[in-house]
């Protein structure tokens, strides 16, 4: 089966410029999650989706970071304005409905000048 | 509130010799743990998990774990060292009962010399 996708996977802007991360969770799976890994350090959850609703998002910054689930599949991530400290890999991850295990993406990397 | 620590940041081993990479987990009520595994530029893979049937976790690629509760333990071992198992290794501990919101370590980096 095809596993979750993420685009772009590299993006470079300047701060305060914005910037969007789209991902496909592998298919029939409800639950959805974005997490942000900055360099030297483990995944920390931003926020999780239950079809397209949010169940979590308490360590989002919501004043800068936005993300939907408008039909429970596809989902968008978005920073506006950006900040140097959040240059970062983000990644998608995606679980069937009450599973632990957790199915990750390749991640989008990115580098805020 | 649950947490784990990763106690070594790099590990250097050689190849045919065995792998100990060390967790300790913080959980106020009885966790879920996984060992995950990021090669340089690829997602993040599930290598094995426990869910509080045997104590004694095997996963892919020859790894295993052992669940020890008296120590709040869950280390990763592995007989024999192969190059590629180089990459790097976060042990993770469920947020919630539910056990679906995960909490990484800071990560353990393996390197295998020949």
């Known amino acids: 089966e095809a596993g979750v996708a993420q685009s772009p996977r590299y993006k470079i802007i300047e701060k305060r410029q914005s910037v969007a991360f789209w991902c496909n969770p592998i298919?029939?799976?409800?639950?959805l999650y974005w997490y942000q890994q900055i360099l030297g350090q483990g995944p920390k959850l931003l926020i999780q989706?239950?079809?397209?609703?949010?169940?979590?998002d308490s360590q989002l910054p919501k004043d800068r970071f936005s993300a939907e689930r408008l039909k429970g599949v596809d989902s968008t991530l978005k920073i506006q304005p950006a900040k140097l400290e959040d240059s970062a890999v983000y990644l998608c991850?995606?679980?069937?409905?009450?599973?632990?295990?957790?199915?990750f993406g390749p991640g989008t990397r990115l580098l805020v000048l | 509130a649950q947490s784990v620590t990763q106690l070594d940041s790099h590990v250097s081993v050689s190849e045919g010799t065995p792998v100990l990479l060390r967790c300790n987990y913080s959980?106020?009520?009885?966790?879920?743990l996984f060992w995950y595994v990021q090669h340089p530029n690829k997602g993040l893979q599930l290598l094995l998990k426990?869910?509080?049937?045997?104590?004694l976790v095997k996963g892919i690629n020859g790894f295993e774990a052992e669940f020890k509760k008296s120590e709040t333990s869950f280390h990763l071992t592995k007989p024999s060292a192969h190059m590629s198992d180089a990459a790097e290794y976060f042990c993770?501990?469920?947020?919630?009962?539910?056990?679906?919101?995960?909490?990484f370590g800071k990560g353990t980096t393996l390197s295998v010399s020949s």
């Open positions: 991850a995606s679980s069937t409905r009450g599973q632990e295990t957790q199915y």
């Open positions: 298919s029939g799976h409800a639950t």
């Open positions: 989706f239950q079809n397209n609703g949010v169940v979590d």
């Open positions: 959980s106020s009520y009885s966790p879920s």
């Open positions: 426990y869910t509080s049937a045997a104590t």
């Open positions: 993770v501990v469920s947020h919630n009962q539910a056990g679906t919101a995960l909490i």
